[in-house]
């Protein structure tokens, strides 16, 4: 062995030996991994699709809309997302509305506009004016 591969070696050791010394004085390391992923145990409405996530993760977006989440008892966050097609609706996901309820989605579309033009197996709330936009909640 020469002396530089002595060295690696007894450095390698002694952070090895460090680090099961910190394992052993209580310390724990822990890591989470953001994912999201299918969940057919949530109760969403028909045509919904459940999601469960961890690590502060949200469900992708760009083609769905998704509920507000909701806690789930190992502590991930579970939505009921519903895919859509694009169209020249005005409408669009909107987190901000408030007074949704899960399983529910808010939307904002121009006044006059509803969800529905996003999804007709939408159930919306009655509008809620906001300024030149209306807001929805839907499931």
Do not use: K
């Amino acid at each position: 062995m020469t002396s530089r591969h002595r060295l690696a070696f007894r450095l390698s050791s002694a952070l090895l030996l460090g680090f099961a010394g910190l394992g052993g004085a209580g310390c724990t390391v822990t890591s989470t991994v953001a994912t999201c992923g299918v969940d057919n145990s949530l109760a969403c409405a028909a045509g919904a699709t459940g999601e469960t996530c961890t690590g502060g993760a949200t469900p992708d977006t760009t083609s769905q809309t998704c509920s507000i989440p909701t806690t789930m008892p190992d502590g991930s966050d579970g939505y009921c997302c519903f895919a859509f097609a694009s169209s020249s609706s005005t409408c669009t996901p909107d987190e901000t509305v408030t007074g949704c309820q899960y399983p529910s989605y808010g939307f904002s579309c121009a006044a006059g506009d509803d969800p529905t033009s996003l999804d007709p197996s939408l159930n919306c709330s009655v509008p809620t004016p906001s300024g030149n936009e209306d807001l929805f909640c839907c499931q």
